[in-house]
């Protein structure tokens, strides 16, 4: 019943920016980290940014000062701030949520649907 629903993908040229958003619906016990992948065309699923419960980030080599990936609790909303896109960074974005949704149970992990970010000119 945990579920992850993207938002914020679209069509930008080369160089500009993008937001997107990952909400969080139904009963989580705890989070261990969150996470944003990517697949582009002809390419396997990698993953771009993760955020773990206290605050810790990790970037791909080739995001690394471009994105920055952020989280509020109180929303229960993810994010990834997109800079400087480039036509390489087109893929369908994914949010990933490693958590425990019930006390005492093994961690689990939910995918969102995606959503697509095109960059091209």
């Known amino acids: 019943q945990v579920q992850l629903v993207e938002s914020g993908g679209g069509l930008v040229q080369p160089g500009g920016s993008l937001r997107l958003s990952c909400t969080t619906s139904?009963?989580?016990?705890?989070?261990?980290?969150m996470a944003w992948y990517r697949q582009a065309p002809g390419k396997q699923r990698e993953l771009v940014a993760a955020?773990?419960?206290?605050?810790?980030?990790n970037y791909a080599d080739s995001v690394k000062g471009r994105f920055t990936i952020s989280r509020d609790n109180a929303k229960r909303t993810l994010y990834l701030q997109m800079n400087s896109l480039k036509p390489e960074d087109t893929a369908i974005y994914y949010c990933?949520?490693?958590?425990?949704?019930?006390?005492?149970?093994?961690?689990?992990?939910?995918w969102g649907q995606g959503t697509l970010v095109t960059v091209s000119s």
């Open positions: 955020i773990v419960s206290g605050g810790r980030t």
């Open positions: 139904g009963s989580i016990f705890s989070t261990n980290a």
């Open positions: 990933n949520a490693d958590l425990i949704i019930i006390a005492h149970m093994p961690r689990t992990e939910v």
